[in-house]
């Protein structure tokens, strides 16, 4: 995002990173990722969970974990760059203190609260000269890879209306910060799932012109939306409709596109979240494979036919990462990006009441 100084892991030295927040996102997201690339050393390890602690104890024996995150800014001197994977609500304030620190900061999404929270820590990183990013690892999704390619190579045609979804069915919540957390906090599905879907929507379409939307919270025991339909009209002319829902006891496709000369569709979601979570690990035959049975299937009307998906690849973040660490190349994902992600929930949260 800006010209900068690089950190101390530079040329062939790793890159000495800690992870803050061991949850799903620390435990399945970065640390497999980190360990496996030669780039990078995964040094300390912040989790205040006893059952966490254990598992990161034993999965990375070589990382130092800890559960206070000053350990962060003690071993601040010894870091390159902290990975920041803890609630939503923190995620701002603790990227202000790894900049301040003097530290490279990945920040996972939502990028931050408020879309001035996260122009204020773009410009904090520019002053400081400190590199800054977001986690949009669904852009390498394999399915959103191949959309993408589709897309690009104009077989479609002018795309006139895309739809994508995140659903499944959980109408009992689980124990969660993610339920427990109000929208002032980044708590709900818009900030949890929807920042993914906006962000593939801008990705393929470009800038939005209009946005509408529903939003509801349908399960008493959540804090905020669990439920969400939106709208957003781009200025390329393309219509973007998007889905997120917990509550959804049929899922409908998760990609359906329609354009003037063929349409795309895709059933079910990227594998390497659920092969992470059983203990797959990237670098395994296969990982991120998505099997002939669940390809999708483009054409128009009676002429259809199955399309190869491409493998997803979640890895790809980081090794687009370390060069740009290392000034010489550009980073994985643009903040600014996410800022006009959070530019458009503030939009929907503003003209939306949520209701039950």
């Known amino acids: 995002m800006t010209a900068r100084t690089p950190a101390a892991g530079t040329g062939s030295a790793p890159i000495r990173t800690a992870v803050i927040g061991f949850g799903v996102s620390g435990r399945v997201f970065h ?12 040094d300390l390890i912040v989790t205040a969970n006893p059952e966490r602690r254990a598992e990161a104890e034993s999965r990375h024996p070589s990382a130092r974990v800890v559960s206070d ?24 304030s603790l990227a202000e203190r790894a900049l301040d620190a003097g530290l490279d900061v990945v920040v996972d999404k939502p990028f931050a609260v408020t879309a001035d929270e996260g122009r ?52 009992e919540p689980p124990t969660s910060w993610k339920t427990e957390a109000g929208v002032t906090d980044g708590g709900g599905i818009l900030y949890d799932l ?26 008493e025991a959540t804090a905020a939306d669990d439920d969400v339909f939106v709208a957003l009209r781009h200025a390329s002319g393309t219509m973007s409709h998007l889905w997120m829902s917990a509550v959804a006891p049929l899922t409908g496709p998760r990609f359906h596109m329609l354009g003037s000369r063929a349409g795309y569709t895709t059933w079910g979601l990227d594998p390497q979240e659920p092969a992470l979570i059983a203990g797959a690990l990237p670098g395994d035959p296969g990982f991120g494979a998505v099997p002939e049975e669940r390809w999708g299937t483009l054409g128009a009307g ?42 458009i929930i503030e939009r929907v949260h503003a003209a939306a009441s949520v209701s039950a």
């Open 120 to 171: 204020a820590l773009i410009t904090q990183a520019e002053r400081l000269g400190r590199t800054l990013t977001v986690f949009q690892n669904r852009r390498w999704d394999g399915d959103f890879q191949t959309l993408r390619a589709l897309v690009d190579s104009g077989e479609l045609g002018e795309v006139r209306r895309f739809e994508s979804r995140f659903e499944w069915w959980k109408p």
């Open 31 to 42: 640390a497999p990722f980190l360990e496996a690339d030669p780039d990078y050393r995964l």
């Open 302 to 343: 009676d002429e259809t036919r199955t399309h190869p998906t491409l493998p997803g690849d979640y890895g790809a973040f980081y090794r687009a990462l370390a060069p740009a660490l290392r000034g010489h190349g550009p980073l994985p994902v643009d903040p600014n990006d996410a800022v006009a992600v959070l530019e």
């Open 194 to 219: 929807g920042t993914h879907l906006i962000d593939q929507a801008v990705q393929l379409f470009g800038p939005v012109d209009d946005v509408s939307a529903e939003v509801h919270r349908r399960r």
């Open 69 to 92: 995150v000053d350990a962060v800014w003690a071993a601040a001197a010894e870091l390159d760059l902290v990975v920041i994977g803890s609630p939503s609500g923190t995620h701002a």
